[in-house]
């Protein structure tokens, strides 16, 4: 590998440097499958114990359902009208954990719920004081209720007809890809060793019909390597029953998926300093409109599709039931031509009886290990992750024999942790805050002060640290999940498309056939992110 001529930086190196190390014979004490929150969340728990531990994502991190959430760290108000009081429990307890171990990346958000009947500020008070009481000492802030004039101090947007008020209550909020690029840094911090773009194409097993290793191959070389490992996770959310079929062709799929639609649209739709919660739609779902990055999500629908895709596509009549909804409450409303990007996710819930509709199906997560010591993480949320990883580590360890090591992850600070008001913190809205204690060493890179695009927040030097230090190997990687931008204006990111390119050949040494290959493939991508 050429370095290049203006970089002498031995981070540019570290993925020839771990690709070497896959020719050790020595094995792993866990390899895990997959990195989106539960691959990393279960990867951080296993080298934070001490164990020899690798991950292996075949595209990048994050890059399916990972990155496409609400944006939301939170217990899940619509669990609790479920009556699934342990989920919301467990789920709270770890939101506080995290907004301690991540404060960089997580913080408090009001939500409103608008009343326009008299039942609702009571009925909606009461379920949301045991939403209070049920996150214990780790709650955020107290709920409470609000007038008509303080609610539209809160969301001046809303629809004035008929508003008697509301009920505010605190969740937190994040931003999914960089929590998982700040697992993969977390990682490597501790001792653990991760590869994107390194599909896994087989698993191995010993004479006892134990898996024993895996086959992986280098996207970017084509060069395949095996790996030796005591156990093997499979934490590749949708994906499960696919590497399920690599140990058991015959075994029978868990999985039910359904894909949740995004539209995201200018912060001039709900300027205030909260969020909106629609409880209960025409179709009993819950809908919410969520600053975000200075921009505005509004989502998600819960309808169950027949397979999953590595770019699941929204449905009009998913369109149209979320902008139907907003009108109903945000004055002006988006339309259509509103909408700067357009994204869907897939959920991996598991399977139930026949005939449950999906927005029924638990969103606990789920652990099964095979006969032949496989196991499997499924299901759950991103607020859940770290448990998650708890949860699968002590499996884990527990089969292969591995030392009992307690778990350091509840009081771990994640990788550029910043106490809340410390100096050099970035005030929350500014998007430099997500790099944490790194954003000063961001900031003295090339091109810090050269905007990448002028209807989008980043800057030249963020390219240069993704390549550099985020193992950004794409255009898609940077454009994407290390920056936001093409969730926040699929076509803006599209024309920053060329420069990135430009960027990332010189940081990793590509040619210019290289940049118009990645140009048209991630013009290509966003063009589905574009509603039309």
């Known amino acids: 590998m050429t370095l290049p001529s203006n970089s002498s930086r031995a981070d540019l190196l570290a993925r020839a440097s771990l690709l070497e190390q896959l020719g050790d014979p020595a094995p792993w004490d866990v390899v895990v499958i997959g990195g989106g ?67 960089h990346l997580v913080h408090d958000l009001g939500f409103l719920i ?3 009947t008299w039942w609702s500020a009571p009925f909606y008070g009461i379920g949301l004081k045991l ?23 809160h969301a001046p947007t809303l629809k004035k007809d008929g508003l008697l008020g509301g009920i505010l209550y605190f969740d937190g909020q994040f931003d999914d890809s960089r929590l998982a690029i700040t697992l993969l840094r977390t990682l490597e911090d501790h001792g653990g060793a991760a590869l994107n773009h390194a599909p ?7 004479a006892a019909g134990q898996v024993d290793g895996v086959s992986l191959r280098d996207a970017e070389s084509g060069q395949a390597y095996r790996v030796q490992a005591k156990v093997v996770v499979n934490a590749t ?21 359904s894909q949740g639609v995004h539209l995201v649209v200018d912060r001039r739709f709900l300027p205030g300093d909260s969020a909106l919660m629609v409880p209960r739609t025409d179709d009993g779902r819950v809908l919410f409109a969520v600053p975000w990055h200075d921009h505005v999500v509004i989502g998600t629908t819960d309808t169950p599709v027949p397979e999953t895709s590595l770019e699941p596509r929204a449905l009009p009549e998913e369109i ?16 259509r031509g509103d909408v700067r990007s357009v994204y869907v996710g897939l959920r991996p819930l598991v399977k139930a009886a026949e005939g449950t ?13 095979a006969e032949s010591g496989l196991i499997t993480l499924t299901g759950g949320k991103w607020t859940t992750y770290r448990r998650m990883g708890e949860d699968t580590v002590n499996r884990a360890a527990a089969q292969a024999g591995l030392p009992e090591r307690l778990s350091l992850t509840q009081a771990l600070h994640l990788h550029g942790w910043l106490p809340q008001g410390a100096n050099g913190a970035a005030p929350e809205e500014d998007h430099w805050r997500v790099y944490g204690s790194d954003a000063a060493r961001v900031r003295q890179l090339q091109g810090a002060d050269v905007p990448l695009h002028p209807e989008l927040p980043y800057s030249e030097a963020e390219v240069r640290w993704a390549a550099r230090l985020e193992q950004a190997r794409t255009v898609e990687d940077v454009l994407s999940r290390r920056l936001r931008a093409l969730l926040l204006n699929a076509r803006a990111s599209s024309e920053a498309a060329p420069r990135v390119a430009a960027i990332l050949a010189e940081e990793l040494g590509r040619d210019e056939a290289w940049q118009a290959a990645q140009v048209a493939e991630y013009r290509e991508l966003a063009a589905g992110y574009v509603l039309v």
């Open 114 to 116: 608008a009343g326009y």
């Open 37 to 103: 929150a539960s691959g990393l969340g279960t990867a951080v728990e296993a080298a934070t114990r001490g164990y020899r531990t690798l991950l292996l994502e075949a595209h990048d991190y994050a890059k399916g359902t990972s990155s496409r959430s609400t944006k939301l760290v939170h217990g899940g108000v619509r669990y609790l009208a479920q009556g699934n009081v342990s989920l919301v429990r467990e789920a709270l307890h770890e939101r506080g954990l995290l907004k301690r171990n991540a404060p």
């Open 320 to 335: 149209e039931f979320i902008l139907q909804t907003a009108a109903k409450y945000l004055e002006p409303a988006p339309t």
């Open 131 to 153: 939403y209070d009481l049920l996150a214990g000492k780790l709650n955020l802030q107290s709920s409470r209720y609000v007038n008509a004039t303080e609610a539209l101090k």
């Open 200 to 206: 896994v194409t087989a698993l191995h097993k010993n």
């Open 357 to 369: 509709d999906t927005k029924a199906l638990s969103r606990d997560h789920v652990i099964r290990i």
């Open 237 to 257: 959310g949708v994906f499960a029953d696919e590497v399920r079929r690599m140990d058991d062709p015959a075994a029978k799929a868990m999985l039910s998926p």
